[in-house]
């Protein structure tokens, strides 16, 4: 929940409920200072009005509290992912790294796998899919920190120069091209 909190998750939900209980509020001064007292002898028109502004209110704060229990459980659910991935790729003692300039543009695939498996990574291409701004957030603090400190662990600090420099023969740098 704190995480959810601490990535403006929760900030900005309270901040739509606030903004929904205004207007409620805005609404509901309008149309007893200036609907009601045209309709002084109508109790019945005051009373389906009543009826539809608290419906609307009731059916708002219903809309809003399942909007967030969605995102909630989707957040839950992104977060078992990318603990169970991490920890699996650490148990196996091959994490998957996005690295640019791999895939088709290798010139000694062989050689290149061997190189990163002595490091601990399969590379692969940078992701296309981007996640919002929370998966972003959690896959960060679940996945991405604890493979890097595994893998600064394993390797040595300054691992990712020293693979860069093996890999450099063997991949295509598209910057100088």
Same mark, same amino acid.
């Given at each position: 929940?704190?995480?959810?909190?601490?990535?403006?998750?929760l900030?900005d939900t =309270?901040?739509?409920? !606030?903004?929904? *209980?205004?207007? @409620?509020?805005l609404?509901w001064f #309008?149309v007893i200072?200036f609907v009601?007292?045209?309709?002084?002898?109508?109790?019945?028109?005051?009373?389906?009005i009543?009826?539809?502004i608290?419906?609307f209110?009731l059916?708002?704060?219903i809309?809003?509290?399942?909007?967030y229990l969605?995102?909630?459980?989707?957040?839950l659910?992104?977060l078992?992912?990318?603990?169970n991935s991490?920890k699996?790729? =650490?148990?196996?003692? !091959?994490i998957n *790294?996005?690295? @640019?300039?791999?895939g088709?543009? #290798?010139?000694s695939?062989?050689?290149?796998?061997s190189?990163s498996k002595?490091?601990?990574?399969?590379?692969?291409?940078v992701r296309?899919?981007?996640y919002?701004?929370?998966?972003?957030?959690a896959?960060?603090k679940?996945?991405?920190?604890?493979?890097r400190i595994?893998?600064?662990e394993?390797?040595?600090?300054?691992?990712?120069?020293?693979?860069?420099?093996?890999?450099?023969?063997?991949?295509?740098d598209?910057?100088?091209k």
């Amino acid at each position: 929940m704190s995480d959810l909190y601490n990535s403006g998750f929760l900030k900005d939900t =309270i901040w739509y409920i !606030l903004l929904v *209980l205004l207007f @409620f509020t805005l609404t509901w001064f #309008v149309v007893i200072k200036f609907v009601f007292p045209f309709l002084k002898n109508k109790k019945w028109i005051q009373f389906v009005i009543t009826l539809l502004i608290s419906i609307f209110f009731l059916l708002m704060t219903i809309l809003t509290s399942t909007n967030y229990l969605s995102l909630q459980n989707e957040y839950l659910e992104c977060l078992d992912v990318f603990k169970n991935s991490a920890k699996e790729e =650490i148990e196996n003692d !091959l994490i998957n *790294l996005e690295y @640019f300039g791999v895939g088709e543009i #290798v010139t000694s695939p062989k050689i290149v796998d061997s190189i990163s498996k002595s490091y601990g990574v399969r590379l692969k291409p940078v992701r296309d899919v981007y996640y919002n701004v929370f998966e972003e957030k959690a896959r960060d603090k679940y996945y991405e920190k604890p493979i890097r400190i595994y893998l600064d662990e394993r390797n040595g600090v300054g691992w990712e120069k020293r693979m860069d420099e093996a890999l450099r023969p063997y991949i295509i740098d598209l910057i100088k091209k």
